[in-house]
């Protein structure tokens, strides 16, 4: 085996010496030229379950969850709790990961918190989020005793106040703040500035008032803040002015209504490694960073130091997934492009549709060889922006060979469609050398399924 192997999880993509190639720490090259992930032949993985495949390595999600609960323990004393973000990966296989590793969770739909009942998801380290919750989803995480459900409106407060009085029951809830920090990344996927649909907004008064008015409820018991700023962001700072934002007004709120807040959520956004182009920080940092901004303010403003939450969800899925196509056509238009087409595309990945992302590919039965030829990786789909990967430096591709797309581990699967009733493809997980289905590919019956 050549060897590739990392230091850090979060540098989950190295320059190899010598190598025009990028990894991640979980990925090798065995002597057959394979690309293996953990201990397995990819190759063979697509031989023995078919392509397209989601390939994820549970033993990285774990390492993952690890990372940031012993920052915790060790930068905040373990007073706080790790939710992992369902929307990044949302499965029974990815819940019960987070509820063996300690994690709680963060679900933003009935469809994420079923998945987590389902999985026997402890309900009380569950967190509800969402910027228009309906009534059935309401009073399903009522009927289940949701820990947390994250208040973003007054429309919302109201209704919420009002089933639970129907239920006889007092929900422990959390707002949604905007705290105004300008996040560095994709518009699509920036949040915490005034003009989001997240939250209520500390500099027009809004957030000030909801409060005002939950504390007048005899239903909601306002347990706790919650911020989340954006997406697939590097910088520290953006986490720290949030955090320092937020902690200022929960002194405020001490101050001017002699309110304790128990609970500051933190939020995730944590960026990680698709291409050489990104630099990520180790998530351990942003854990140290910020609870030493945390408890500064808390000392400034004489606060109780808050229970902390943060919610990572890329950070921990993205890197330990790789998603394997087969090649089909290669279309070599001369002084225009080189299209290579693959059985899978935006169906099972429309981030590069959505946001321009960017990835990194592997031939995953010829993997240590070199970039010779700039090529766009294309989808299957009827819809000429279906695109993978677009004018990237690949060796030579050829028909039959298995393409890896690697660090697919997050809003992939999670944001897969049936658009031209492609079947989803199946997810296997792989830990210690073993492989299993934890998700079945989609059949042609299940396409009609719903169908009358
Ligand atoms: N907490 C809240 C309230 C969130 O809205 C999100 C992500 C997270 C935590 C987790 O953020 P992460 O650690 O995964 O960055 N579909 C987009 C990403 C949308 C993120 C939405 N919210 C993408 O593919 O890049």
Known sequence: MTGLAFSQSSNIMQRVEGEEMFVSDNLSVNEKNHLMIGQNDTVELAREFGTPLYVMDEDLIRKNCRIYKQAIDRYYDGKGLVLYANKAFCSLFTCRIAKEEGLGIDVVSGGELYTAIKADFPMEKVCFHGNNKTLDELELAIRYNVGHIVVDNVYELELLNEVAAKHDKKMKIMFRIKPGVEAHTHSFIKTGQIDSKFGVALE????????????????????????????????????????????????????????????????????????????????????????KVVKSVAQKREVKLPFIFMEPGRSIVASAGITLYTVGGVKDIKNVRKYISVDGGMTDNPR?????????????????????????????????????????????????????????????????????????????????????????????????????
Do not use: W
């Open 352 to 452: 590069y549709v959505m946001y321009q992302s960017e990835y990194t590919a592997v031939i995953a039965n010829n993997a240590n060889a070199k970039p010779c030829e700039k090529v766009t990786i294309a989808g299957k789909c009827c819809e000429s922006g279906d695109v993978l990967l677009k004018d990237v430096m690949m060796p030579e591709i050829k028909v039959g060979d298995v393409l890896a797309v690697l660090a697919t581990g997050a809003y992939n699967y999670s944001m897969s469609s049936n658009y031209n009733r492609i079947a989803r493809p199946a997810v296997v997980a792989v830990s210690q050398g073993a492989a299993k289905v934890v998700i079945k590919r989609e059949t042609y019956e299940d396409l009609i399924r719903n169908d009358l």
């Open 204 to 291: 027009n008064g809004e957030a000030f008032e909801i409060i005002k008015r939950a504390m007048s409820m005899s239903n909601v018991e306002v347990s706790g803040l919650h911020c989340h700023i954006g997406s697939q962001i590097f910088d520290i700072e953006p986490f720290c002015a949030a955090a320092e934002i937020m902690m200022n007004f929960i002194g405020d709120l001490k101050d001017k209504l002699e309110l304790e807040i128990n609970e500051l959520n933190l939020g995730g956004g944590y960026g990680i490694m698709y291409t050489e182009k990104d630099d990520p920080i180790e998530y351990d940092k942003y854990i140290e960073h910020v609870s």
